[in-house]
């Protein structure tokens, strides 16, 4: 088998029976260097494209509940916003606390820890009896999305074939808008006849499924079995690799000294990542700022824009599908363009897409064609700062800088939808506010800009 294997000429890459002490570890793709696809992983990025699904459908489900739980509860909507921001809570808490721990536990037990986290804590929801229980559970639901959403983009950086890396990584973030709008579909028949416990256990139930293929065919990460080689390292190393097609590893180099300046939180700031580390938060937050506007409030902005309610419905599912397309083709467009300038450009049709809706009069046509514009090139956008943070460390680091960013990222959802809705509350031009969230997205072109400038001079050792 490993003799069928084409490998490129290039520093660094291994070849058959070969000796990886010198093999620099930047990520699994660059270690492994054979260029194309294989089946098996085709199936890593389907896995972590289905725990994204598993998490879209988590989120979402507690939001086509929210009316009939509120009510069989007797939850006010203030009393509501505390579930919802829990989620949000307990998501940023995954990121920044237990994502890390896959630097140094492996990528594959995060995931699938987080997925049961998850799975556990969504089928209790369906028992909970009060605001208290509720909320405690919602927090244990957001904390397996948020260590699972960077457990699965650091798999799938380290697995890709190292031409389609950013395709990889942004296109699993498609399981998400899938999720809403098939989750959508689901739900809408049952939401009169179904109770809400059900509902929620069912969902509950679908995330438990996504274990056994996790356990059965999801492997750790090549690249950090070579790193910290725990016991049996290279014995995995070479089962994965027949698994991939690729030739064997002979020796692993010797383990490298542990060094806990360059090691967790304090790995980001050090070896000239601080200020791209900064960049980098400073974009995410803002674009989750504008992202989380636009998810929570899209039906509602449609009515105002002039939709009746059917109608707004529809926008919001041609905004989901619309997402899935960003997520599908900033990486191909990527591949042409760098990541940098796609994120860029799609950043900026979204803010002028943004500045457009609700700034003219429009048919209901052009409403739903906005919207679906928006989701491409909002959605898309802003899932390119995930193969952004996976390029930017290195494998020591790459799950914790994952996690501290989607984490940080957090603060910008929790102000997007809040801002909104003062805004709409206190009776504010809809134009004016799809201006104000496109400054945000503006921010993020900069921020981006900056980094890939950054990226540059490092390049040229400026």
């Not at 699938?112 to 208290?132: E, P, Q, R």
């Not at 059917?310 to 990527?334: E, H, Q």
């Not at 429009?362 to 390029?391: D, E, K």
Request: glycine letters at 10%; proline letters at 5%; charged letters at 10%.
């Amino acid at each position: 088998m490993s003799g069928s294997v084409s490998y490129e000429a290039r520093p660094g890459a291994p070849l058959p029976h070969h000796d990886v002490r010198d093999a620099p570890l930047l990520n699994a793709s660059e270690q492994l260097a054979p260029a194309g696809w294989t089946v098996m992983r085709a199936i890593i990025i389907m896995l972590c494209f289905g725990v994204n699904m598993v998490d879209g459908v988590d989120v979402l489900m507690i939001s086509y509940v929210a009316p009939t739980l509120s009510k069989s509860l007797g939850l006010s909507a203030e009393q509501l916003g505390i579930v919802f921001s829990a989620g949000l809570a307990g998501m940023a808490l995954g990121g920044l606390l237990i994502a890390p721990l896959s630097d140094k536990t492996g990528r594959r037990p995060l995931i699938i820890f987080s997925v049961a986290l998850m799975s556990v804590c969504m089928i209790a929801s369906g028992y909970a009896t009060s605001l208290v229980e509720l909320a405690v559970l919602r927090l244990g639901v957001g904390a397996g999305i948020g260590a699972a959403l960077a457990g699965i983009a650091t798999l799938a950086a380290e697995y890709a074939p190292p031409k389609h890396h950013d395709f990889a990584v942004a296109m699993l973030q498609g399981g998400y808008p899938i999720a809403a709008t098939i989750t959508g579909f689901i739900v809408a028949p049952l939401i009169h006849t179904w109770s809400w416990n059900i509902l929620l256990i069912g969902a509950g139930l679908f995330s438990a499924s996504a274990l056994l293929p996790l356990i059965f065919f999801l492997p750790e990460s090549m690249a950090f079995l070579a790193q910290r080689q725990p016991r049996n390292a290279l014995q995995r190393i070479r089962a994965i690799e027949r698994r991939l097609q690729l030739p064997e590893t002979e020796t692993l180099p010797e383990p490298a000294p542990l060094d806990r300046t360059n090691a967790g939180v304090g790995g980001l700031f050090r070896e000239g990542r601080l200020v791209r580390t900064l960049l980098l938060w400073t974009s995410i937050v803002c674009g989750f700022m504008t992202l989380y506007f636009i998810i929570s409030w899209i039906p509602k902005l449609a009515v105002e824009a002039g939709l009746d309610i059917s109608d707004s419905i529809y926008a919001g599912a041609l905004y989901n599908i619309g997402a899935f397309f960003g997520c599908a083709t900033i990486g191909i467009v990527a591949m042409r363009l760098t990541l940098h300038r796609t994120i860029m450009l799609y950043l900026l049709i979204a803010a002028v897409a943004l500045s457009i809706f609700g700034s003219i009069t429009m048919s209901v046509m052009q409403v739903l064609a906005v919207a679906f514009v928006i989701g491409i090139f909002l959605q898309g956008g802003f899932n390119g700062h995930y193969p952004l943070a996976a390029g930017l460390y290195p494998v020591k680091v790459r799950a914790t800088g994952m996690g501290w960013a989607m984490g940080v990222g957090r603060v910008g959802a929790v102000i997007g939808p809040f801002l909104g809705g003062s805004l709409l509350q206190h009776h504010v031009r809809l134009s004016i506010i799809f201006q104000i969230y496109a400054i945000p997205l503006l921010i993020c072109i900069g921020c981006v800009y900056a980094m890939s400038v950054l990226q540059r001079s490092a390049g040229r050792g400026v």
